[in-house]
């Protein structure tokens, strides 16, 4: 994967949070784009809502915050599966792991356990 273009990504979610009540489960294209690209970029570690500094100060990084509560626009509200005893979920954030392979799961490098998001 290509190394992101992080202030075009930042561009695009202020942006796209200026103009938040206009992104429904409908929007697409770039504004769709860059939120799922900022979400790939937080859940591979790349980078962090919040970042502690070397004098100990923590630093927001307003973009990223934004990136995530825009993203609870894009999806309606829908049953996740995957509890324990078959319980679900009613939520519009999709289980993390839904559609992952043993090989994901090894690749990742972590356990996920029953009740884990």
């Keep these: 994967m290509s190394k992101p273009d992080l202030a075009s990504l930042e561009t ?7 103009e938040r009540d206009t992104i429904s489960t ?9 939120i799922q690209s900022a979400l790939d970029l937080l859940d591979r570690g790349v980078a962090r809502v919040a970042e502690r500094r070397d004098d100990g100060t923590w630093h927001v990084n307003q973009w990223l915050k ?8 894009l999806n309606p509200m829908e049953i996740i599966k995957g509890g324990p005893g078959q319980a ?26 029953p009740s884990s998001i």
């Design 12 to 18: 695009t979610i202020e942006k796209a949070f200026e």
């Design 66 to 73: 934004k990136a995530v509560l825009l993203s609870f626009r």
């Design 26 to 34: 409908a929007t697409r294209g770039e504004t769709r784009d860059a």
């Design 88 to 113: 679900v979920w009613w939520d519009k954030v999709p289980s993390k792991f839904d559609g992952w392979s043993a090989v994901d799961f090894e690749k990742a490098g972590f356990r996920a356990v």
